[in-house]
């Protein structure tokens, strides 16, 4: 018995090998890790490139690659405001408050998300703008997602939240390219970037990077004194605002 249970286990061994030679590795790297945002910055466009690394062993794929990206901006709480009419004027009636929501996403991938993954699949990997977790402070209610889409809607219409079925390209059968495009307003700090390769609807490997949208020059010196220096920053402004105001004053005093 015992000799048949270690036969058992040395079967499960060796074929836990055997697949893990046959599975496929991602390689990625970025253009650049580093965006560094001046008063004339307009927006960047990175590019992400790899490959999917086989070896002899590996099985072929019939139906070939999938590749899913997700580029997570900074998390931040974000509230949505809906607007109804009190005694006859329009004010905020009812809001919702959102725990680290993602400040920037974008969803990119080779082709629609519904050909590369079943629905269960994209819900229990957080594929795709319907299923990036969204949490709440308060409880769930039945009127919660009119308030997650005009979150996603708004943020879609300032080009923070992107879904581009389309926009990872495959030069070869294991070579691929991505562009990520970064608006004017891109929040500033630390992006996470996720890859997720699919074959026949399910995920065979995944691999991770980072990037980083940093201030430089005025801006970062206004910024770090606002942060770090917030009495000091008040007196500051308020004495120039104080002097510009009595400066316009003597340039256009009539005598």
Do not use: C
């Not at 606002?226 to 009539?254: E, H, I, K, P, Q």
Request: hydrophobic letters at 45%; glycine letters at 8%.
């Amino acid at each position: 018995m015992k000799r048949i249970f270690a036969t058992a286990l040395l079967v499960i061994a060796i074929s836990s090998a055997s697949y893990a030679a046959r599975a496929e590795r991602l390689i990625s790297s970025l253009s650049s890790h580093q965006v560094l945002v001046s008063s004339s910055f307009a927006g960047a466009e990175l590019v992400l490139f790899g490959s999917v690394e086989r070896d002899a062993a590996t099985i072929p794929r019939r139906g070939g690659y999938n590749l899913v990206v997700t580029v997570i901006g900074p998390r931040q709480t974000l509230v949505t405001r809906r607007k109804d009419r009190v005694f006859g004027i329009w004010a905020n009636a009812q809001s919702r408050t959102f725990v680290g929501a993602p400040s920037y996403l974008a969803v990119l991938s080779n082709k629609p998300l519904d050909e590369i993954a079943s629905l269960g699949t994209q819900q229990r990997l957080d594929i795709g703008m319907d299923n990036v977790p969204l949490p709440q402070t308060a409880a769930m209610q039945p009127t919660d997602l009119l308030f997650r889409d005009a979150l996603i809607r708004l943020k879609k219409e300032r080009g923070l939240y992107i879904e581009e079925p389309n926009s990872v390209t495959f030069l070869t059968p294991n070579l691929f390219r991505a562009g990520i495009r970064l608006p004017a307003e891109a929040p500033v700090g630390s992006y996470e970037v996720e890859i997720k390769l699919f074959a026949d609807g399910t995920n065979i490997a995944r691999t991770s990077s980072a990037l980083e949208v940093v201030k430089v020059g005025v801006e970062q010196f206004v910024a770090s004194a606002a942060r770090d220096y917030g009495l000091l920053y008040g007196l500051g402004t308020t004495l120039m605002a104080l002097l510009t105001g009595w400066f316009a004053s003597v340039v256009f005093r009539r005598d």
